[in-house]
């Protein structure tokens, strides 16, 4: 049979580093904190790590602003230390990707400095830079972080596009010496021994020639102007299909296994891409991203990250019901709920503090028992919630300030408490001491959270906590090639609050059961032979519990 890439059979795991942990009590995690947790991940039982930037980078977006692309971030640690993590990750049999932010870089870059300096030279045609007077904008583009997306560069008299921050400016891609860098950039880190790269907005790189005006109606729809002529662009297939050659594939004689598959994995953060799209960039006779993250099932379809509303399961079940038929047999999808950049999925479902660990339980299984890579945020394998920030300032992030600044009243925090990206960086709680084993000093972000039991101590200790729930369905995955590879056939899907489907390979056959409320749910009766290899509740024959979650092992 053929054997099927790593990526497909593989557990993520997403960490963020600067709040993950602090090893040298200077209220930052950093590398060396990574270093001494693998054991975490390793009795979690993923199969590869995935580290948010630790790339030089001034930190107006937390390393997503990166200003040398071969040093590590001075609070990150050293050379020495991503050496010693990346052989670490290898010795346990896990891989490491790291996390390339190209669209853009740091206004600090030396090629933005140089372009600065010199806009008619080689590094000016780097960056999107415009000629223009200060009060006239080149387009109605506006920024991901609020505003124009350009600011005036009053020493080389020019306009700088900038899709997020200021000070993070946009590459053109369209100058191949800019395609030239970042494939020796991917390849330098490969001969380092890392294992590939998530690429930060990569479908964003293609901008539409000339640069129109956005649409003003499809700006307002899409909340940001002018995205129709960069989430898709008309140069994407083919500058991925270039760097996946010339960047990813790693030259000379190449073996499988950590350190050394042929072709480095390849996954792409591409906001705003569908499903059919998504399989253009994806399929793997195209040669392009071997996984994207699109954002599509982390709210119910009407809403944004900044509504305040409950996330109905049911709405996720129809996407994922609807996506399963829109795939080919070609075709891999990758599965997550959280991430750096959004809430934390409990507390948008129900935050009803008796039902966090059932909640988390049944999110868990929907994510692991599903047809797809999964990637577990740091924190989502302790059930973690939102924070109760209790002012303006105790935030930290750009992208929430910026959004404070805007409203008329900037002291008052209702606006930006439902989508506040700082929810998922707030430090990881290792245990119940003050700063819950996450560093000795002062962390830069506070906890705002005082619920107990949902640590990794606590966590450990309890056979029935959502820490060894994940384990369990980890290690159920790695042993049952059904559960990894298995075809899905969705079950009863007309049913409301019930979840359920089969996993099926070779004639091993998988039920899985999930009550999607957060009240007791009829269960169906089924004739089928069955094993119960999990339940979460009571396991009556009769009736689902809140968000009980049953996995079945079919007979005969
Ligand atoms: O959080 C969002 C802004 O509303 C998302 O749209 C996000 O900006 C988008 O998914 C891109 O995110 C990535 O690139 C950003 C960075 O701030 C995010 O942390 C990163 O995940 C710019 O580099
Ligand atoms: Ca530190």
Redesign the pocket.
Known sequence: PVVPHWWKEAVFYQVYPRSFADSNGDGVGDLRGVINHLDHLTELGVDCLWL?PIFASPNE??G??ISDYRAVMTEMGTQEDIDELIAACHERGMRIILDL?V??TSDQHAWFRAARKDPDGPYGSYYMLRRGEPELLPNNWGS??YGPAWRWLDDAKRWALHL?APG?VDLNWDNPAVRREVADIVQWWLARGIDGFRL??INFISKRPGLPDGNELVGRLM?YPGVEHYFHGPNLHRYLAELRREGFTRPGDTTEGPGCDPVAVMIG?T?GIGVETGRLLTGEDRQELDLLFG?DLLDNPGKT?WDDYRYDLNELKAQMVSRESRLGSGDWVSLFWE????PRMISKVDADPRHRTALGKALAAIQLLSRGTSFIYQGQEIAAVNQAFPDAASFRD??TLNRLALQQDPESIDGVMAGS?DHARTPMRWDDSASHGFTTGTPWIGFHEQSTGYTVAEQRQDPNSVLNFYRRLIELRRQHRALRLGDVHYVDAHRRDYFAWRRELDGDSWLIEVNLSGRHLHRPHRDELVRTVLATGSGDPARLDPYEVRLHHLLG
């Open positions: 948010s977006d937390n997503y602003d932010v669209n853009h991901y972080f997020f993070q930060d907005v909340q953060e906001p954002f990250r991430n750096h950049d959004n750009i992208e990206r």
